[in-house]
């Protein structure tokens, strides 16, 4: 990851028996070891390290996952730590705070945006205690959900732990060492266990066809793919690093929101594909593409092709810059019993599909003279509010009381 965000890519390297490494690109294909670069905390135990905007803030966190050997259950040593980004250059670990701190001996966790709500969820193999999925709030705050997933919970032991949409349905899937080698997301928080002949490997579409395929130990096991339809977008960056390595990209269309982050490596060894990949089911137009860069850069892309490679120079296509973007827009209050108002100026008029958390509608209104819509006819539950907004498909999540 680019850990200053100077437009070149640092190395953080986990250390099983001592404080992990830092590595500061100092220019010119010098790479410099410097502990005071990433303050991580000193303590041996450190197998994964994952770069990911948890919390929604435009900058990069890391997630470190731990497992000290012979310590017992309680011991520091095997705390999961969130590295937060402060946004000046430094990071603090709040692990705790935001229900991350796991004790079991973990191995490696992914994070993917499991039920498109705009947030990225984890998922993490333990070698005791449980495995765990945890659901984002919204606010980077986590909850083990894994209970009512069909993962099984108990299934112990996995090292690597890998994700991709593989039937490019618009779900993300977990890819891992666990019994079930695949768990295919039914797209309501749910899973199916598949069995595969392999387990683990590095993941990129070999074939160009569409599909997410496997390179393991020498064999390439390509997958047969299906009807569905995709895009992948491969970026090249500017002012950032040259291949967007930590930029977020998101997709609008009928289905709402899908987002992927280029991360430099996944799971516990593996380096997968530099694309972002998506697959879109039965869809056959793309609203939007926008790709947030590292540097602040924002290129929007409306109505891309399907089931082709779309190349992003960043800064080709700029995203004007109005209050929309610059100010966004907040939904509140929330949870609400009775009215949601939206806090941008100028949506009068604008139609709102209501959808609930299978991704069925189940309203049609249009925002009021007064900024807001009303909810009141709704069951309690989670919903999602969607709409267009500057030739921009958004999607707020809102909790009906």
């Known amino acids: 990851s680019d850990i200053d965000n100077d437009g070149d890519i640092d190395a953080f390297v986990c250390h099983d028996i001592d404080e992990s490494h830092p590595y500061r690109n100092d220019g010119g294909q010098t790479m410099t070891l410097d502990q005071d670069f990433f303050l991580t905390l000193d303590r041996p135990g450190n197998y994964a390290a994952i770069w990911v905007d948890y ?11 731990k497992c000290r050997g012979g310590a017992s259950p309680g011991d520091p040593n095997r705390d999961n730590a969130m590295y937060t980004n402060n946004g000046d250059g430094t990071f603090t670990e709040n692990g705790q705070d935001i229900n991350m701190r796991d004790n079991a001996q973990s191995w490696a966790t992914v994070f993917e945006d499991f039920d498109n709500d705009g947030d990225f969820d984890a998922f993490i193999v333990n070698h005791d205690f449980q495995n765990r999925f945890m659901l984002n709030d919204g606010t980077g705050v986590f909850t083990d959900i894994i209970a ?48 595969l002949p392999f387990d683990e490997g590095a993941i990129g579409d070999f074939n160009n066809d569409g599909f997410l395929d496997v390179a393991n130990d020498g064999d390439l096991w390509i997958n047969n793919g299906n009807s569905n339809n995709w895009i992948k977008v491969a970026l090249e960056g500017v002012a950032s690093n040259l291949n967007g390595i930590g930029a977020r990209i998101e997709i609008y269309g009928d289905w709402g929101m899908q987002i992927r982050e280029i991360r430099s490596g996944q799971g516990f060894s593996h380096m997968n594909s530099l694309m972002g990949h998506f697959g879109i089911g039965t869809s056959t137009t793309i609203d939007q593409i926008v790709i947030h860069w590292p540097s602040g850069t924002v290129d929007a892309i409306d109505n891309p092709n399907i089931n082709e490679t779309l190349i992003v120079v960043e800064g ?18 929330n949870p609400t019993s009775d009215i949601l108002n939206f806090s941008l100026k100028g949506l009068e008029n604008t139609p709102v599909s209501i959808v609930d958390i299978t991704g069925k509608v189940v309203n049609q209104t249009t925002i009021s003279t007064g900024n807001s819509i009303s909810v009141a006819a ?19 999540k809102f909790i009906k009381r």
């Not at 919390?55 to 996952?65: A, I, R, V, W």
């Not at 209050?323 to 209050?333: A, M, Q, S, W």
């Not at 709704?378 to 509010?385: I, R």
């Open 55 to 65: 919390d929604n803030d435009g900058d990069q966190d890391m997630y470190l996952t």
């Open 378 to 396: 709704l069951k309690t539950g989670v919903y999602f509010a969607k709409f267009e907004v500057e030739n921009q498909a958004v999607s707020y």
């Open 316 to 333: 080709s296509n700029p995203l004007a810059v109005t209050d929309f973007e610059i100010e966004g827009i907040r939904v509140f209050p």
């Open 148 to 195: 009512t997933t069909n993962i099984n919970a108990n299934d112990l032991g996995a090292w690597e732990n890998q994700s991709g949409d593989f039937n490019n349905d618009g779900f993300v899937d977990i890819f891992s060492e666990l019994s079930r080698e695949l768990y295919l997301n039914n797209g309501n928080l749910t899973f199916t266990g598949v069995d």
